[in-house]
Antibody, heavy 118, light 107 residues
């Protein structure tokens, strides 16, 4: 079965850190851009970060630049997001997703909730 | 950044109804527009890519059209499993952006 499975979310205090992981199975992510997309409660989808297949290009939304770091390990078929200096406004469900260019995002992980609160 | 808007933000419809959702981009994006369906507690699922190509496995009652700045998602005969939120997303330029969503509810 083709799937992405996120882990590492949870409750963290403002200023704290979390590391999200996304494990792929049933297919290889090595040839594709990978993204983290988040969705605040009852809100829309927002791109957070992206990384190219060779991990030589990374990019971040302005709202997380300097605080989040995306990485990947193609040998392990995994994607990660290190989140530091977390803020209340980072509270959201975080999805990892494979980007197929004009064919859009597919598959998506099931989503992992990150709650930043004291 | 390319802004993507959707209308309506929500709608109520009955099973069997024809439903149309519109997506508008702030500049021309050719046909690089995708549609997703999201049900509560689940990730988005791609329905249509490149404006009008149906993703494998998606029922044929879903259809997409448009080019440039204006796009449409049509559900020809709404089924109970279609009650969900629908998002459009442009793949023309980075940063990739999503529309705010259209919630389709039961009348």
């Amino acid at each position: 079965e083709v799937q992405l499975v996120e882990s590492g979310g949870g409750l963290v205090q403002p200023g704290g850190s979390l590391r999200l992981s996304c494990a792929a199975s049933g297919f290889t992510i090595s040839n594709y851009w990978m993204y983290w997309v988040r969705q605040a409660p009852e809100k829309g989808l927002v791109w957070v970060s992206r990384i190219n297949s060779a991990a030589t290009i990374t990019d971040y939304a302005d709202s997380v630049k300097g605080r989040f770091t995306i990485s990947r390990d193609n040998a392990k078929n995994m994607l990660s997001l290190q989140m530091n200096s977390l803020r209340a406004e980072d509270t959201a469900v975080y999805y990892c997703a494979m980007y197929r260019g004009p064919r859009g995002f597919d598959p998506w992980g099931q989503g992992i909730l990150v709650t930043v609160s004291s | 950044d390319i802004q993507v808007t959707q209308s309506p933000s929500s709608l109520s419809a009955s099973v069997g109804d024809r439903v149309t959702i519109t997506c508008r981009a702030s500049q021309s994006i050719s046909t690089l527009l995708n549609w997703y369906q999201q049900k509560p507690g689940t990730p988005p699922k791609i329905l249509i890519y490149e404006s009008s190509t149906l993703q494998s496995g998606v029922p044929s009652r879903f259809g997409g059209s448009g080019a440039g700045t204006d796009f449409t998602l049509t559900i020809s005969s709404l089924q109970p499993e279609d009650f969900a939120t629908y998002f459009c997303q442009q793949s023309y330029s980075n940063p990739l952006t999503f529309g705010p969503g259209t919630k389709v509810e039961i009348k």
